[in-house]
C-alpha cells in the first residue's frame, strides 16, 4: 500500500491500483466502538455497520473496521463477533461487512477474487434459493452462499439498504449459526450500552 502524495490523492496499490485504506482498531470496548460509530457516521455516506441486536446467548463482540480515506469518507465497516460453535465445543467467529461496490474488504474476508462477489454471487443466485435470512434494520434480508476459496470459511452476501452485505463465518460450520433469527442493527443510528466485549477478533488483524 502507498499513501498519498505529492502526484496522487489517492491511497493505491501496485498491483490492484487505487484502494480504500482499511483501518482496524486495536483494541474494542464501548468507547471504542463509539469512536469508530462517529468516524463512520460523519463521512454522510451512509454506510451502516451492521451488528446483531440483541446478541443471542454467548456472544460477544470483538473488532470493528472500516475502509476509506479522510477525502471520500467512509466505504465500507466491518464488525466482528464470537460466539460458540453451533456444531462441537469451541469458539466460531462472524464477521459482517457492509461496502459499496468495488471496494473489495468483503471479498478479502471470504476469501473470493476481485472487489464484488460478482460471478460466485450471479451462480448463487442462478442455482439456489438463498442459504439463510437475517433481518437488517427491520427488512428481511437473504443471503447467498458463496463458495471460499479459503476451506477454513464459509461466505454468504447478499443486499442491504443499496450496498453489500456480506456475512463471513469461522470455522466454516458455523455459517449454521444464520439459520438462527439473527437480526440486524445499524450502530450507526443506535450503538446499545448493552452491548458485550471480548478479546480482539484475529480476522481483522490480518489472520483472513
Known sequence: MRPPDL??????CDTCGPVEPL???ERISHEIMMAARDR???AGDGVPMWCPWPLLPGWTVTGVAWAGDERAGAKATAVALSCPAPLGGGPADLVFVAEAPGVGLGNRLAGLSGPDPG??????????????KVKANGHPTPL??????????SA???????????AVAWPASAGYLLAEQVV??????????ELVYGAPSPYLHGKA
Open 7 to 12: 502526484m496522487r490523492s489517492d491511497w493505491r
Open 23 to 25: 483501518h482496524v482498531m
Open 40 to 42: 463512520v457516521a460523519a
Open 119 to 132: 460471478a460466485p454471487l450471479c451462480e448463487a443466485l442462478r442455482s439456489t434459493a438463498a442459504q439463510a
Open 144 to 153: 447467498w452462499a458463496v463458495g471460499s476459496s479459503l476451506e477454513d470459511r
Open 156 to 166: 454468504y452476501v447478499g443486499e442491504a439498504s443499496g450496498l453489500w452485505l456480506y
Open 184 to 193: 440486524l442493527q445499524d450502530l450507526t443510528d443506535s450503538l446499545p450500552t
